[in-house]
């Protein structure tokens, strides 16, 4: 069957399923709201452990990208991804799955070529960039003050 890229692009169009974007907007809000909350909560376990608001902060940092590692690894956070979308993304959680799932599918190839090597296929270039902006940044600022 032969058809022009317009007919084609017809085609695609009415047999495409229509997006329910509103109520992927919403489990996103909801989701991503959830794991807000719950940040909020372990920051504030933290605080009443004793921990200054700062050290509080990088608890609740490290905190969180655990619990989203061992969510990855035993395959629930996909899951809530598939429910929640976008919502997932909140940085720190979705960044540590984006860490963790290639490490776990590629830990067949071994430890130092597969697992190590294929870590940061993903986050790599985030955090090759966060760090020369923040070297940048810190520059820009520096010579601000003088």
Do not use: H
């Not at 919403?26 to 807000?36: M, P």
């Amino acid at each position: 069957m032969d058809m022009m890229p317009q007919a084609y692009q017809q085609y695609v169009q009415e047999k495409m399923k229509k997006s329910p974007i509103w109520k992927d907007v919403c489990f996103a809000f909801i989701i991503g709201g959830a794991i807000c909350v719950l940040g909020q909560a372990i920051q504030n376990g933290w605080a009443a452990l004793g921990l200054s608001r700062q050290d509080a902060g990088t608890a609740t940092s490290c905190s969180l990208v655990a619990l989203s590692s061992l969510l990855t690894g035993l395959n629930l956070y996909n899951k809530l991804a598939r429910f929640g979308g976008a919502g997932t993304l909140v940085p720190i959680t979705g960044f540590s799955n984006a860490v963790t799932s290639p490490a776990l599918d590629f830990k067949s190839e071994g430890f130092v070529t597969g697992m190590a090597a294929k870590m940061f296929t993903v986050a790599g270039p985030v955090i090759t960039f966060g760090t020369l902006a923040s070297v940048v940044y810190g520059i820009v600022l520096m010579l601000a003050e003088q």
